[in-house]
């Protein structure tokens, strides 16, 4: 009976030491997935670019080389070589509309972004397959466009390569590849203009007039893009009609007045551009200086 007590015991006692003992004999496979991922920084980090041009949304995604002392062009990346413009992975670029780059139509999308750089000219690839994984799964049968582009030199060393988007104004951008002492333009266009001014010349013979804010809009519209100023005149009426403190569109008529020639009205209005915001207790001081330039000019 006494042997029996003991062996319960001993029983006892090993299975609440099993966990402890166990625990040191686990595989280090499994000790290792129970510790924090440890994450390093890539050497080329992936950027992701978004601009809206006119109305269409412009997506680059790709990862970042340094050019660390290295020759770049002709050497890092070979002439003549199709290269996945970046690192890592191939870049890949998305516009929510229909764009031209470099005087090529392309239909909205996302897709992989190749080029070829020689010395006196860069063959830019668009192409269909977005999935792409590498330059040696290319095919030249998914290609939506192919397009040329000139490398300009420029006077600073670009470290990081860098893909930008520039000179955004209006539906239009440029389109920058950077890097080393080099620079790639291919000028972006989207049709929003042309988009944007029909709903706006339906609405000029319509009988119905814009709200204070589209008219506003559509002014402003009509005079950036060089419209009917006339039709712009109207609508920067009708929006004053109900804003008759609004500096901002005192100036927009300004700005409208002095392009159709008048002079006298220009002045009157910049003017009054100028009253409005000397009541604020901190007036625009920017603003002032562009209303007294056209006042100036129109002298």
Known sequence: MIQSSRLRSLLL???????????????????????????????????????????????????????????????????????????????????????????????????????????????????????????????????????????????????????????????????????DKTRVPVKLTTDDIEQVSKQLDAAASATTPLDPRTAYQAAAFYYDNNKDMKQAAKWIDQALEKNPDAYFMHYKKAQIQAKLGNKKEAIASAQKTIDILKKDKAPDESAIKNAQQIIDSSK
């Open 13 to 179: 006692s090993a299975l609440f030491a099993l966990p402890f003992v166990a625990e040191p004999l686990l595989p280090g496979s499994l000790r290792a997935a129970e510790e924090k991922k440890i994450e390093f920084p890539a050497a080329s980090q992936r950027s992701v670019v978004k601009q809206r041009v006119g109305l269409t949304d412009v997506e680059v995604d790709y990862s970042r080389p340094n050019k660390n002392d290295r020759e770049i062009f002709g050497g890092l990346v070979p002439y003549g070589k199709l290269w996945r413009t970046g690192a890592n992975a191939v870049t890949k670029i998305k516009f929510s509309d229909a764009v031209t780059l470099g005087g090529k139509e392309i239909p909205a999308g996302e897709y992989a972004l190749f080029t070829i750089p020689t010395a006196d000219e860069w063959t830019i690839i668009v192409s269909k397959d977005a999935k792409v994984q590498s330059t040696a799964d290319y095919k030249q049968e998914n290609d939506a466009v192919r397009l040329t582009a000139k490398p300009e030199p420029i006077p600073v060393t670009i470290e990081t390569f860098t893909i930008a988007l520039a000179d955004v104004k209006g539906a239009s951008a440029t389109l920058n590849f950077l890097w």
